[in-house]
């Protein structure tokens, strides 16, 4: 843009004595200072997108900042994933702030990591943070990311792979570059024969990187690893967070949909300052698209992320009475409504959905309802009878369920977040077989009969299974499910999945004082869901799967109760699931009234 200026690779000094590389692009033809916007991102602060945003809100009247997070790229230092943005983050503000450019405001913007890089500052809360744009970002990185339920998220396997490719240490020694590119094209082989083991994988060239993930796949207790660390979890310092001016940006189909919620409830009630919420129907890093997966929300579903950035700024930075601050303070799109059939030209499934204004998250006139597991395979607001017998199944670790979409943050086309038709159980093993997921006898099914009336089911989905297990330690799915029925384009009908999660059994009471089970015994265990909005419409059948794996979405639990990371011995477990009136098995369900 020929109305900004740039400055590349401003070395900025930090108490440590580490230099963070910095660009600075600046409005062109018109005299400072300006507000500021910070970025900070491990991801090269040369990126296309990042570049285009940064010019796009110079020429808007921003003094924009960019920068290389310590140890990546020109930066200094070295990068433990995600442990020292905090403290950097609050230096780089308070250097951003002295500088004759900037009139003393400082505003900081970002999606994933580079939300993670804002939010840990602000919980620091330093000097001059003047307005916050956090998109799909963190809150506990133990509760809702890197592990889940006290299950790890594999994703985070491929992600260190992945940025141990761009490290300082692969561009500096060919050896370890060419370890590293053929890792990277056999890691669905790594995946397999994992956990990873010290100094064994070709990780053992980016020790830092090593390091960090056989810790958080041995840490399944939330412990100090992780409660410790202001860029790991926020639990314990909300009422310390930098009382600014926060837009969070989330969406139903991504790994960070609890946390953004999360941090809604927990800053709207302690804050001063206007903090706002937008829920959309998009997969992680895509929130200009109308699509999640094979899933199609319509034209209205893409945001306009720099267009939103720049209003949000220009009211909270500015002053500019643009409406960003009026009205409804949580908006959220409603899934469902579409055809149910493939459009053309995408050949994706028409889902459908509308944008609407609430006053507060949760909505405060849901109805939660409980769905019952029937005997037979019925899903039911009526409790399910006495005696009835219980359901079992067999899990064997050496045999997952194969993950088909979901809250999924980035699966490095191994594996695909967003909507898909659980019809197709394809895994990388059998790419030929095609048999829906609700075959496989691990599965257990549960559905309504064929709605007669829509159900907006729209807030945080929780489920009670009473179950029992021949193991001390297992693992226990859940999976809510929009069926579609019959027609040209899908004549089986579509099985479009709305949301899982999973429990380890060892968490079902802490997740800091693990407890292994007595085998055989009858435990109660709350599996939850993250956070959607569908209106499951007439014809349709809500429907959830029960098992024990989603893989590789979710590390496989050997069933043996041994530690952590470190097990190489798999069982069998035979699984039992109760569902009758002294075990009342169910999901509970946040329904909106018509």
Not at 170 to 191: G, H, I, K, M
Not at 524 to 543: C, D, E, K, M, N
């Amino acid at each position: 843009m020929a109305n900004v200026t740039h400055q590349r690779n401003i070395m900025v000094r930090l108490t440590d004595r580490v230099h963070l590389a910095t660009d600075l692009y600046l409005p062109g033809g018109s005299p400072g200072p300006w507000p500021a916007i910070v970025e900070r991102t491990p991801y090269d602060k040369l990126g296309a997108e990042l570049v285009l945003t940064a010019k796009y809100l110079a020429a808007h009247g921003y003094a924009v900042i960019l920068q290389d997070v310590r140890g990546r790229y020109a930066s200094e230092g070295e990068w433990y994933p995600f442990g020292n943005e905090g403290p950097d983050g609050v230096e780089t503000v308070g250097w951003v702030r002295a500088q004759p450019w900037c009139d003393g405001r400082v505003g900081t913007m970002g999606l994933s990591y580079s939300s993670c890089t804002q939010t840990s500052l602000a919980a620091m809360n330093p000097p001059g943070l003047s307005a916050q744009f956090v998109s799909q970002g963190f809150h506990n990185y133990h509760t809702a990311s890197m592990r889940q339920g006290g299950a790890l998220e594999v994703r985070f396997l491929f992600y260190a792979f992945s940025m141990a490719r761009t490290s300082k240490e692969a561009y500096a020694d060919p050896v370890a570059r060419s370890s590293l590119e053929r890792a990277w094209t056999d890691v669905r082989a790594w995946l397999k024969h994992a956990p990873p083991k010290a100094g064994l994988t070709p990780l053992r060239h980016v020790p830092s990187s090593e390091r960090w993930l056989l810790d958080i796949w041995q840490h399944g207790e939330y412990d100090a690893y992780w409660r410790t660390r202001p860029a790991y979890s926020i639990e314990d310092l909300w009422d310390q967070h930098a009382d600014v001016p926060i837009y969070l940006c989330g969406s139903w189909y991504d790994s960070y949909a609890r946390s953004t919620v999360t941090n809604y409830v927990e800053l709207s009630r302690r804050k001063k300052n206007p903090v706002r919420l937008i829920m959309g129907p998009w997969t992680h890093g895509d929130i200009d698209r109308s699509y999640a997966g094979d899933a199609d929300f319509g034209p209205d579903a893409p945001l306009g992320y720099n267009y939103f950035l720049l209003r949000w700024f220009d009211a909270v930075l500015k002053g500019a009475p643009n409406g960003m601050l009026d009205g409804a303070p949580v908006q959220i799109f409603v899934m469902g409504g579409g055809s149910g059939r493939k459009l053309r030209g995408s050949g994706k499934l028409d889902v459908g959905g509308h944008w609407r204004d609430e006053r507060e998250w949760p909505l405060a006139r849901t109805r939660h309802t409980a769905y019952y597991l029937q005997p037979g395979g019925g899903l039911s607001p009526v409790a399910p009878p006495a005696g009835s017998t219980p359901t079992r199944y067999a899990f064997d670790p050496r045999d997952p369920v194969p993950t088909v979409g979901g809250n999924i943050s980035a699966g490095f086309g191994v594996f695909v977040g967003g909507g898909f038709d659980q019809r197709d159980g394809s895994d990388a093993d059998s790419p030929n077989v095609r048999l829906p997921l609700s075959t496989r006898r691990d599965v257990l099914v549960f559905s309504t009969p064929p709605l007669e009336h829509a159900v907006e089911v729209t807030g945080t989905v929780v489920a009670t299974l009473w179950a029992s297990s021949s193991a001390p330690d297992t693992d226990f799915t859940v999976k809510l499910i929009d069926v579609y029925p019959p027609n040209d384009d899908y004549p089986d009908g579509y099985e479009l999945n709305i949301g899982d999660s999973i429990i380890r059994a060892r968490y079902r009471n802490s997740f800091e004082a693990p407890e292994l089970m007595e085998p055989g015994r009858v435990y109660r265990f709350t599996v939850t869901l993250y956070p959607t909005s569908v209106a499951f419409q007439p014809r349709h059948q809500i429907r959830v799967h029960i098992s024990s794996s989603n893989f590789p979405r979710f590390d496989i639990n050997p069933n043996t109760g041994g530690p952590l990371g470190l097990e190489r011995v798999f069982h069998t477990a035979v699984q039992t699931i109760f569902h009758d009136a002294d075990h009342p098995s169910h999901v509970l369900l946040p329904v909106i009234p018509s």
